[in-house]
């Protein structure tokens, strides 16, 4: 296929692995109850903290001044406070505690074990709902608390997932997602003063309804579903009858929503084959407002583990505010002025001295697999190379597996392009963005299926010439380093090496070690060690790692809380004994993530070392 090619440095004055890890971000912003400063979460220092700058811009301002990662910030209602989540070494077990004007924070949860979500402020700013598993590490309840007395106590008592939404307007009770299995919920509403939950979504069979939000008078409920739809649609469901309205054009998942305070316009952002695009539309009667153009990339990409970045309104209307990340430039905050139909940048996180436009730009092709599906992929290509079957390449393969990989700023995929190397991200079955029946082809028995995707990801490379079929490594995080296993194990003569973090090797000894809080809800995804046993000892990759030639680099925090460590070092023993190269770096300090500077910094450029010994990338002419 003709593949057009965006400039990007090549290996001569390529940029060095530091230089990307020095990059930093911005993302998750919340407005001040006055208005005149947006509060967002960054990691200028090296790790996430909270900040704030003024709407009209200026110099950031540190807020949070902690040794771990600052998770969420969300303003008091009509105070001057604000809430902060943090977990520690990243073991996503957030903490609550208020952050006073005057710099102090006072802690609101005790209980280092156990979870914390947040759900939402009180209208009166008094009070906070957030879920816990303090009673049970398996099950989220429901807590109400005082944030002037501390005194806290719980409205509902859980079974299994819950994800606290918003506050009603009118203070009487809360919106919580049940999490049944993958993509699977419920939408209840829960009276703050008994308790009771009322189902607002009856449904058979499995849908989503996520991201709820109240219109301003408390009639009706903003959220995003794939009841009866293969995407997910933005609904506005009303509360009296229990009716909905269907309101973006469909055919792509909204990913982000959120209803002006005076409930005049909602805006949403539509997903459309990975790029994001932001729609401001009248509530009243359907019609989309004009937008200015902004870059290509992803709004409002998810940033932390656990947290979510969303859009969000300034308290008058005036302004909407949201981080954008596209291939070429990092994460910053963006606001949207109405009135004036223009949108500016607030933030400018470092790019490290990094230019634009020595950065790739990434090709959207389809590449065939074995059952004749077209799987969509990003290709970048270091600039002037030519298909001429001479290059070293890497597939990289998300995680999840209900996530999709986006047209976003990867300092590893760019770090590659400018060393010489071809790099395919593709979305393999299972992925999110392109409906919910692909999402599912990899459910439970046929989750080898999406194995065979990323093997024909290698066999493209190799006979579109982008790649030598003898230098194609696959690298992969979380879920997608359970895949990088099982392309090492399934198809071993396909690969040169492999790059894994923290995946699964032993499906079986992971849903004995993982989180109490996560066992039913990946059962649904990957099928049940009490039912499906046999079929679980098939896919794991320790049992066939007696077919594994590649050599392996591998990654895992001790934290982790998602994937528990044990599942690396059991596939890192397995590989030693039988004398096939593998370099293993373990942290101490870090979870399901690589969050601090010191350690990034050690582990991409032996990374990056690792592939160059075994794949020797091709100068660029």
Request: glycine residues 10%; contains cysteine; proline residues 8%.
């Amino acid at each position: 296929m003709a593949v057009t090619i965006a400039a990007a440095a090549g290996p001569a004055d390529a940029i060095g692995y530091d230089r990307f890890l020095h990059v930093r971000s911005a993302y998750g912003p919340t407005f001040s109850t006055d208005g005149r400063r947006v509060i967002f979460l960054s990691d200028l220092t090296g790790l996430p903290q909270a900040w704030s700058v003024p709407v009209e811009g200026g110099w950031p301002e540190r807020l949070t001044f902690s040794d771990d990662r600052v998770g969420l910030v969300s303003a008091q209602p009509g105070g001057d406070r604000l809430l902060v989540a943090w977990d520690r070494g990243g073991d996503e077990k957030h903490r609550l505690a208020l952050l006073e004007p005057d710099g102090a924070l006072t802690p609101l949860t005790t209980d280092a074990g156990a979870m914390h979500p947040f759900g939402g402020w009180s209208p009166d700013g008094r009070q906070i709902v957030y879920a816990a598993n303090e009673r049970s590490r398996r099950d989220l309840d429901l807590v109400v608390q005082n944030v002037d007395t501390g005194a806290a106590r719980t409205i509902l008592v859980g079974d299994g997932l819950r994800v606290p939404g918003p506050i009603a307007p009118d203070g009487r009770g809360v919106l919580s997602v049940v999490q049944h299995g993958s993509m699977d919920e419920d939408l209840q509403f829960v009276a703050l003063d008994t308790g009771e939950a009322t189902l607002l979504t009856p449904h058979e069979g499995r849908a989503r309804y996520g991201r709820p939000q109240w219109s301003p008078d408390g009639r009706t409920i903003y959220l995003l579903s794939d009841e009866d739809d293969d995407f997910e649609r933005l609904w506005a469901l009303d509360m009296a009858s229990g009716a909905h309205r269907v309101i973006d054009p469909g055919g792509a998942d909204v990913n982000q929503h959120a209803i002006s305070p005076d409930g005049r316009l909602i805006a949403y952002v539509r997903n459309q084959g990975g790029y994001s695009h932001l729609v401001l539309q009248e509530v009243a009667s359907g019609r989309p407002l004009p937008l200015p153009p902004l870059p290509a990339g992803v709004i409002c990409r998810d940033a932390v583990p656990a947290w979510r970045d969303t859009l969000t309104w300034s308290p008058d209307g005036a302004l909407l505010a949201f981080s954008l990340i596209t291939p070429r430039q990092t994460q910053n905050i963006w606001v949207l002025e109405v009135a004036a139909g223009t949108v500016r940048q607030l933030t400018f996180a470092t790019q490290a001295g990094i230019a634009p436009e020595r950065l790739a730009d990434p090709v959207t092709i389809h590449y065939p697999t074995f059952d004749g599906r077209e799987i969509p992929a990003f290709l970048y290509v270091p600039s002037g190379a030519a298909p001429d079957g001479r290059r070293a390449a890497v597939v990289q393969i998300h995680g999840g597996p209900e996530s999709q990989v986006r047209p976003a700023f990867d300092p590893t995929v760019q770090y590659l392009v400018q060393h010489g190397y071809v790099v395919l991200t593709p979305n393999v079955r299972g992925s999110t963005g392109y409906g919910r029946t692909y999402s599912h082809l990899d459910d439970v028995e046929r989750r080898l299926d999406s194995v065979a995707d990323a093997e024909h990801a290698a066999r493209w490379l190799a006979a579109s010439g982008w790649a030598d079929a003898g230098k194609i490594a696959c690298f992969g995080q979380s879920y997608g380093g359970f895949m990088v296993l099982s392309c090492l194990t399934e198809y071993p003569d396909a690969w040169a090496a492999g790059v894994e973090f923290y995946g699964i090797a032993n499906f079986l000894t992971f849903f004995e070690r993982t989180a109490p809080w996560r066992r039913a809800h990946r059962a649904t995804e990957y099928g049940s060690p009490e039912r499906d046993r046999a079929l679980l000892e098939r896919l794991s990759p320790i049992h066939r790692v007696d077919r594994i030639k590649a050599p392996l680099y591998v990654f895992h925090g001790a934290n982790d809380v998602r994937v528990p460590i044990e599942e690396t070092e059991q596939i890192v023993a397995a590989l030693q004994s039988r004398g096939v190269p593998v370099e293993y770096f373990r942290a101490e300090d870090e979870g399901h993530s690589i969050s601090r500077l010191a350690n990034r910094l050690a582990l991409f450029p032996a990374m990056a070392a690792f592939l160059d010994r075994y794949l020797t990338p091709r100068p660029s002419p």
